[in-house]
Nanobody, 114 residues
């Protein structure tokens, strides 16, 4: 079992950047496939970016070229670097881990507004 704690959300102007972090504890982090999801008000939760235990990544089309997911297995942490943020990126961002079961963090709010 793994516990996930996100941090790094906040309010940023359009065009700005934020880096989200997700610290994992309770299990062997390196074996987990990790991802970031987001949920905007009135919308379904959607995959933003994912990284496998082997380091392969994939992104939603809406964030390709702007967001980068990475992981540091020594620090049990996965990151989401978000650049060129747009108002439509406003959402609660959730960290996700998968190894036989799914685990979720509590979420961190990202608001993009002038």
């Amino acid at each position: 079992q793994v516990q996930l704690v996100e941090s790094g959300g906040g309010l940023v102007q359009p065009g700005g950047s934020l880096r989200l972090s997700c610290a994992a504890s309770g299990s062997i982090f390196s074996i987990y496939n990790m991802g970031w999801y987001r949920q905007a008000p009135g919308k379904q939760r959607e995959l933003v970016a994912a990284i496998t235990s082997g380091g392969s990544t994939n992104y939603a089309d809406s964030v390709k070229g702007r967001f980068t997911i990475s992981r540091d297995n020594a620090k049990n942490t996965v990151y989401l670097q978000m650049n060129s943020l747009k108002p439509e990126d406003t959402a609660v961002y959730y960290c996700h881990a998968n190894f036989k079961f799914d685990y979720w963090g509590q979420g961190t709010q990202v608001a993009v507004s002038s």
